[in-house]
């Protein structure tokens, strides 16, 4: 078993076929092959069904240690790179949409000043698309809400997020308060679909109070919520990144009591060491949502990340 069969099988697992396995790994086709049929010599077992080109019960299992391995020769050359006092390498980190909108700006410029030669890669996605792939080791590190508890990872707190209602500007709402949960009933939102944990949430809110949210419609994915509300689609309650500042002349994001906070937090493995450079962004990570000038401020730093603490 050699480095070239590994990641032939992990190439055809990603690309779904050996012409394309052959094409991402700058090859032909019979050298993908061949190094997938002494791998399955080597294990006794077959690992891709040809008919199909997916990979069999088997290969994927062989390609989730596969996965570990590469991201553990990656920080080798990481970590030696380190020890030169420069860090180098790529860092695969995943975040919520809406979170990625404020966060990954600052984290792009920073770590471009700080580390010229840390390469980031930036998965959008939400939590429970992007936890497996921390698992498996597609990604380095996730920004995400708190994972379901797990042997395979580890979450430490970042900030919680104001849930508001975002209206427009001229709306007779955008002048208001603080408003009570009571005061949205009948308001006509767009909001997620019944099932997801967002809209879990807000339910379990508002059902203590007797109130119904009143659905004008129910949408999949926060992302499509709020570019729907900014289009005039209807008022919607969205975490508060996802109205970036340059539409807030233009939009209102009004305080609604009694609506729990989103806790967001940084996810990683739980065993194996952080290559040094998914350790540098890390260092970074804390000091951008530690930096005042950086949070708006309907986000509140978890107090044990706060300097002196």
Known sequence: MDLRQLNA????????SFTAAADALATVQSNVSAHIA????????VLVDRSTGQLTEEGEA??????RVSVELEAVLGDLAALRDEVAGTVRIGMVGTTARWLAPHLLETAAARHPKLHLVVVDGISTSLEPQLATGQLDLAVVNPPAPSADLSF???????LVLVVPADDPLATRGPLELAELAGLELLLPLPGTSFRDEL???????G???????EL????????LTFDGYGPAILPATAVPEYLRQEWRLVQ????????????????????APARALLAILHDVVTEADNTPDELHVVPDLLPGR
Do not use: N
């Open 9 to 16: 099988l992990l190439a055809v697992a990603d690309q779904g």
């Open 38 to 45: 002494r791998l399955e010599r080597e294990i006794g077992s």
């Open 62 to 67: 062989v390609a989730a240690r596969a996965r």
């Open 156 to 162: 430490t707190p970042l900030f919680d997020e104001d």
């Open 203 to 209: 339910d379990q809110a508002a059902r203590p109070r």
């Open 211 to 217: 109130i119904t949210l009143t659905p004008r419609a």
């Open 220 to 227: 999949d994915g926060v992302r499509l919520i709020a570019s």
């Open 256 to 275: 609604v009591s009694g609506i729990p906070r989103r806790r967001i937090g940084v996810a990683q493995r739980s065993r194996g060491l952080p290559s």
